[in-house]
């Protein structure tokens, strides 16, 4: 027996961009409508509307770091920090130096590299 998860389901698109699972057992999709976290059941949606934090509702790519943060990397609205059940945002204005974010990793030290369109 297998499911199919999709639109119909609570997912705002098929597509995901990114796809990670957090330390606490949620799988998390980056869209290209939202960040989206799944609980094995339901789909719950993250985008500006009900979290303005993220300031742009393309999710390009998702890092769940070893201390058990989720970090969002998006098309236009930077990184986005989820610890706590709090959103932070990083933008140009805190030294990023593009707020188009294509990818993140953590290194063996523990820090987050950033890969944006301006380095």
């Not at 939202?34 to 993220?54: A, Q």
């Not at 609205?77 to 989820?82: N, S, T």
């Amino acid at each position: 027996m297998h499911d199919v998860w999709g639109r119909k389901q609570g997912l705002p698109q098929n597509g995901a961009r990114s796809v990670v699972q957090s330390r606490d057992g949620y799988i998390w999709f980056g869209t290209e409508s939202g960040l989206v976290r799944f609980d094995g059941v339901r789909f719950t949606v993250f985008d500006t509307r009900n979290v303005p934090e993220l300031g742009h509702n393309f999710v390009r790519c998702l890092l769940a770091d070893r201390a058990g943060r989720l970090w969002i990397g998006s098309s236009g609205g930077g990184v986005v920090r989820l610890e706590g059940g709090r959103f932070t945002r990083y933008a140009e204005r805190e030294g990023l130096p593009s707020e188009q974010v294509s990818a993140l990793l953590e290194d063996g030290k523990g820090r987050l590299w950033v890969g944006t369109e301006g380095g």
